[in-house]
């Protein structure tokens, strides 16, 4: 069995990516569940809690966000890393695995670490009408320093065709939120929490902005990309449109190969 091992289990991009990524497994008859400390609603996969995992010499790991340093009898275990400084592999050196996979060949670089890239399973939403003035800029994502949402506010509403800002994500840097967001909010900058019902957040807006410092695939630009919605992120933490792969089946087939399945 595939056993996908997660230290994060909350709202973000890494949460729903390994829950798209079991689900293609098992949409394909390999068996796999996602293992997390505790369980975000928006996880929409075959899940159990990290307590009850159980390993075999006939299972196959992959784990993300722990710092795993004693191999466990398993057939195969691969590192799955979606961070850059929240998890610098330079510095954990003595982690256990066969293999490593990034996201992207920005991220690979960024680490200056051998292993494989193979991109993100990115959800596909439905997109109707655009507005072209008037529209309403959605910002999505955690809210805290890194993800630069203020900076994102002041974008959009600097922007002569946008009217409305709605910002959707965990707020886990509070005082940041206190500082620099809440002073912005006003009938035109509204916070609408957490959201685990994404086409009904996509349903509401024409344009998306992202400041963050860096991202190494962002799964928001990737849902942009799947509808034709204008992504309005920065050079720097904006990825080429071919970092992303639109065909599931070869993700699957990447994944394959990598845990020789």
Known sequence: MIKVLSGWGGPGGSTVAFSNLVNLFNKYDSPACFYTPTKWEGISCKWDGLDNLKLSNEDVLIYHFMELTVRPPVKKIVLSCHETNLFPLKEKKHLAHDDIV???EFQKHWHDVDGVVIPNVITEYKKGNIKNYNKTAGIIGSIDPH??????????LSSKDVSEVIIYGAITDRNYFESKVAPLLSPKVSYRGVSTDMQS??????????????ECLPMIQGECLKMGMEYRGLDHNTRDPSDYESNDEIILEKWKTCLEL
């Not at 993800?147 to 959009?156: C, F, L, P, T, Y």
């Not at 957040?201 to 860096?214: A, I, L, P, T």
């Open 102 to 104: 990034f996201v992207s």
């Open 147 to 156: 993800k630069g949402v203020h900076d994102s506010i002041n974008r959009a």
């Open 201 to 214: 957040v996509y349903d509401e807006v024409d344009v998306v902005y992202s400041s963050s410092k860096r």
